[in-house]
């Protein structure tokens, strides 16, 4: 009797499941294309497809456009209230970390930036995009969004750096307290591309609005994180 698709399903999965775990398959291993897996375990495409999406929504694997699929590697353990940058993080988890400066130039806000920075209509702000990489792999594309009055000539700096660390040594500015949304969302235009990811992918969206130490907002930050590559953990205080 052939098995149904659901079993053949649970058998593609169980199997690679176990050999990632068990470390057979290793981080960064490329896995067979689809056809040749489809052939392996004596099923269709259609039900090879459907087991490695379960296993990519676990952050077992991950796929990129054009490239197949791949053995995700351990997540980055990131705690969003701690002012710990990028760098910083990824090195403490020892990993290699890197940061490339997509864009920088002026914009009108966005609409709801607007409200959320209390911004009068109409304002322009300063867009600086980055992809950031952990072990090589683009995991991490993020927008900033700095009120210019604040930042004067910061075009002409180093914004492959630590922000945080720019704004206290060029500017005089610390960070206090900030506002979180964290929530799951899809990839989408700009985003999509560089984290190579099919329009709709699924990721995690943060979204910051960073105040200063006089209490005034400064900046906004968006992060668009490949879902596989991060675990968001936060510490409650006594």
Same mark, same amino acid.
């Given at each position: 009797?052939?098995?149904?698709?659901?079993?053949?399903?649970?058998?593609?999965?169980?199997?690679?499941?176990?050999?990632?775990?068990?470390? $057979?398959?290793?981080?960064?291993?490329? =896995?067979? @294309?689809?056809?040749? +897996? &489809?052939? /392996?375990?004596?099923?269709? *495409? #259609?039900?090879?497809?459907?087991?490695?999406?379960?296993?990519?929504?676990e952050g077992l694997i991950y796929r990129e456009e054009r490239r197949?699929?791949?053995?995700?590697?351990?997540?980055?353990?990131?705690?969003?209230?701690?002012?710990?940058?990028?760098?910083?993080?990824?090195?403490?988890?020892?990993?290699?970390?890197?940061?490339?400066?997509?864009?920088?130039? $002026?914009?009108?806000?966005?609409?709801? =930036?607007? @409200?959320?920075?209390? +911004? &009068?209509? /109409?304002?322009?702000?300063? *867009? #600086?995009?980055?992809?950031?990489?952990?072990?090589?792999?683009?995991?991490?594309?993020?927008?900033?969004?700095?009120?210019?009055?604040?930042?004067?000539?910061?075009?002409?700096?180093?914004?492959?750096?630590?922000?945080?660390?720019?704004?206290?040594?060029?500017?005089?500015?610390?960070?206090?307290?900030?506002?979180?949304?964290?929530?799951?969302?899809?990839?989408?235009?700009?985003?999509?591309?560089? =984290?190579?990811?099919?329009?709709?992918?699924?990721? /995690?969206?943060?979204?910051?609005?960073?105040?200063?130490?006089?209490?005034?907002?400064?900046?906004?930050?968006?992060?668009?994180?490949?879902?596989?590559?991060?675990?968001?953990?936060?510490?409650?205080?006594?």
């Amino acid at each position: 009797m052939t098995a149904s698709p659901q079993t053949q399903t649970s058998r593609i999965i169980d199997t690679l499941r176990g050999q990632i775990t068990g470390g $057979s398959l290793a981080p960064g291993h490329k =896995l067979p @294309a689809e056809r040749e +897996l &489809a052939t /392996l375990f004596d099923t269709t *495409r #259609i039900t090879v497809k459907d087991a490695l999406s379960m296993l990519e929504a676990e952050g077992l694997i991950y796929r990129e456009e054009r490239r197949g699929w791949f053995v995700s590697r351990p997540r980055l353990i990131y705690n969003p209230v701690s002012r710990s940058h990028f760098h910083e993080l990824v090195h403490s988890q020892q990993r290699t970390a890197e940061t490339q400066v997509l864009a920088c130039e $002026s914009v009108v806000a966005p609409g709801e =930036l607007v @409200a959320d920075m209390g +911004l &009068a209509p /109409l304002s322009r702000l300063i *867009r #600086i995009c980055r992809a950031r990489r952990i072990d090589g792999r683009t995991v991490l594309y993020v927008e900033h969004f700095l009120r210019p009055e604040l930042f004067p000539g910061i075009e002409q700096q180093d914004l492959s750096r630590s922000l945080t660390d720019l704004y206290r040594q060029q500017y005089g500015l610390e960070y206090g307290r900030s506002r979180f949304d964290i929530c799951p969302t899809a990839a989408r235009g700009e985003a999509a591309r560089v =984290l190579n990811l099919a329009q709709g992918s699924p990721v /995690l969206a943060v979204s910051r609005i960073n105040y200063d130490q006089y209490d005034r907002v400064i900046d906004c930050d968006r992060e668009i994180w490949r879902h596989d590559a991060v675990r968001i953990r936060v510490e409650s205080r006594v």
